[in-house]
């Protein structure tokens, strides 16, 4: 079973630093991108960025660029996502998910694309 | 563009038909992908590609695609379909991607 479970949840105060994890099973963790996706309470979803692993390639949400940190271990087949300096608006729910693609495929990206399967959620609070 | 816009809300009548539309330029480009997410869960793949399924999804779901629009549609509403629901294409750069803005759908 294709697999993505997320860290616990985090209470944090302003300033501090915090890493959240995804790890992946039963698929080639190294062949697949991992996408980050944020939901802030009562909101709709975001997408922060995406990484393949195999070779840590990372795009970022121009919205997201500079603020948070997408990394990867491949060799334990886990995603991370980071913050330096968290503030109280990074409070929210944050989703890891396997992105994929098919159909006709240029060099640089395919007309299908979807995310599949996603973790159950990391809830990241933060408050002085 | 890297927008893509739902309508905030529609409500069926149970047994009905609803369908759900996604706005935006990249979808002149790039197929939408359509996820189901209910109170205190993850989203959950419904459609992807032109009209696909994934295993589990009942038949009743079902995608279309046409211009700049696209859209789910739930065929016979059942009360376990009342969710929100987001699409999700790449953006017109094709670099990254982007989730519409939502639609709650409300089973009467």
């Known amino acids: 079973e294709v697999q993505l479970v997320q860290s616990g949840a985090e209470v944090k105060k302003p300033g501090e630093s915090l890493k959240i994890s995804c790890k992946g099973s039963?698929?080639?963790?190294?062949?697949?991108?991992i996408g980050w996706v944020r939901q802030m309470p009562g909101k709709g979803l975001e997408w922060m960025g995406i990484?393949?692993?195999?070779?840590?390639?990372?795009r970022y949400s121009p919205s997201f660029q500079g603020q948070v940190t997408i990394s990867a271990d491949k060799s334990i087949s886990t995603a991370y996502l980071q913050w330096s300096s968290l503030k109280a608006s990074d409070t929210a729910m944050y989703y890891c998910?396997?992105?994929?693609?098919?159909?006709?495929?240029?060099?640089?990206?395919?007309?299908?694309?979807?995310?599949?399967?996603w973790g159950q959620g990391t809830l990241v609070t933060v408050s002085s | 563009s890297s927008e893509l816009t739902q309508d905030p809300a529609v409500s069926v009548a149970l047994g009905q038909t609803v369908r759900i539309t996604c706005q935006g330029d990249?979808?002149?480009?790039?197929?939408a992908s359509w996820y189901q997410q209910k109170p205190g869960q993850a989203p959950v793949l419904v459609i992807y590609?032109?009209?696909n399924r994934p295993s589990g999804i009942p038949d009743r779901f079902s995608g279309s695609s046409s211009g700049n629009t696209a859209s789910l549609t739930i065929t016979g509403a059942q009360a376990e379909d009342e969710a929100d629901y987001y699409c999700?294409?790449?953006?017109?750069?094709?670099?990254?991607?982007?989730f519409g803005t939502g639609t709650k759908v409300t089973v009467l």
């Open positions: 990484i393949y692993p195999g070779d840590s390639d990372t």
């Open positions: 590609g032109k009209n």
């Open positions: 039963g698929y080639s963790f190294t062949s697949y991108w």
């Open positions: 990249s979808l002149r480009s790039y197929y």
């Open positions: 998910a396997r992105h994929l693609e098919g159909g006709y495929c240029s060099s640089t990206s395919c007309y299908y694309n979807w995310f599949d399967p």
């Open positions: 999700n294409s790449r953006d017109s750069s094709g670099n990254h991607h982007v």
